[in-house]
């Protein structure tokens, strides 16, 4: 009788372990021996930053289901705000610096950690497709400047005036004053980023923008930079910023992220931890006024999220599901001020 008791107590055993096997997914380790949770895959997907990622997601929607691959899907998609001229923080009729000349900023990654990026480039539209030719067609990760015009102009872009009638007027108007002075969540210094994991489950990223409004001439932000404004890693999960590109590139913040969640963390607390480390960095900082910063991520399983410094902060999410739509980011602050 014990030995039969013993045999149905230790079958029993064995049924919860087994239950609770499939219940929680199957535990692996990644490349670090980190243990994971392998869940099935949400692909594809498409996040990116602010109200002007819808219309861009839809166009990278659109490529990614016409079979476009994933990097010229986010050329295609964050292309849509670059041309809008309602878009005043990205390309064509972006906010101009102090000498009213508009200077654009870009980067792009693939799977393979193979990149690309321009920096203070004036006169081409769509810097985002120049940072894909410098990744395909060069040697180096960044041109910047002059030399980035160059090689633009040499692979057959169009060079035109960036700075629309209306964009002008809000300059000479700012010259009255000549007060620099970055304003929370109004789009004066925000750029659109984008993050995609593709039918394959493989993950790219791209992040351009006109940078901060009335900033000096010569000066570059984070978007550019791989590892502050954007970064990935295949194995892992892609973070991006948005916000102030000082306090970004002061904490290489996108690759913060990407680290934290290869040691285990969700993009949630991942970003919430970069999140509250840039504001403990910065509470005490000249900055602190108009700080904000916030952080898209997803990871390999398909779980997005987003997080900022203070309230306001949301981004564009595309997947079969729900299709596309804003998704409210949480905040550290609860009030801007």
């Known amino acids: 009788m014990s030995s039969r008791r013993g045999f149905i107590k230790k079958a029993a055993i064995g049924t919860v372990g087994i239950t609770t096997a499939f219940s929680c997914g199957v535990s692996a380790t990644n490349k670090d021996g980190v243990p994971i949770s392998v869940k099935p895959q949400k692909k594809p997907l498409v996040i990116s930053t602010w109200r ?18 994933a990097l010229d899907a986010i050329v295609a998609g964050v292309g849509v705000p670059e041309a809008d001229p309602e878009v005043r923080s990205v390309g ?12 654009l900023d870009a980067c792009i990654m ?20 120049v940072a894909k030719k410098v990744l395909d067609s060069t040697p180096h990760v960044m ?23 209306k964009s002008k007027l809000a300059w000479k108007k700012w010259l009255k004053d000549s007060k620099y002075k970055p304003v929370i969540n109004i789009e004066n210094h925000d750029t659109i980023s984008m993050l995609v994991l ?21 000066r570059v932000g984070d978007s550019p930079i791989i590892g502050a404004g954007l970064f990935l890693d295949n194995d892992v999960g892609a973070a991006a910023a948005t916000g102030l590109g ?33 504001y403990n960095k910065h509470k005490n900082h000249k ?34 599901e729900k299709g596309n739509r804003m998704e409210p980011a949480a905040s550290k602050m609860t009030k801007n001020n």
């Not at 489950?201 to 001439?217: E, I, P, Q, V």
């Not at 913060?256 to 963390?265: C, D, S, T």
């Not at 006024?289 to 949301?314: D, T, W």
Request: proline share 3%; with cysteine; glycine share 14%.
């Open 52 to 69: 002007h990622g819808l219309a861009a997601n839809e166009e990278t929607w659109k490529q990614l289901k016409n079979g476009t691959p």
């Open 92 to 103: 064509y009729g972006g906010l101009p610096d102090r000498e009213g000349k508009v200077t």
């Open 110 to 129: 693939d799977k393979n950690s193979d990149c690309g990026a321009v920096s203070f480039l004036q006169g081409i539209k769509h810097p985002i497709a």
């Open 143 to 165: 041109l910047t400047g002059e030399g980035a015009l160059q090689f633009a102009l040499s692979e057959g872009f169009k060079e035109e005036n960036l700075l629309t009638e």
């Open 198 to 218: 593709d039918e394959d489950g493989n993950l790219s990223g791209g992040c351009t923008t006109s940078g901060a409004a009335w900033k000096m001439h010569g």
């Open 246 to 278: 000082e306090a970004v590139i002061r904490t290489a913040g996108s690759a913060m992220v990407v680290e934290l969640m290869r040691q285990g963390k969700s993009p949630f607390e991942a970003c919430k931890e970069i999140v509250e480390r840039i």
């Open 287 to 320: 900055d602190m006024a108009y700080l904000q910063v916030g952080f898209i991520a997803i990871n390999k399983n398909g779980e997005h999220a987003g997080y900022s410094i203070r309230p306001g902060f949301n981004y564009a999410v595309c997947d079969n």
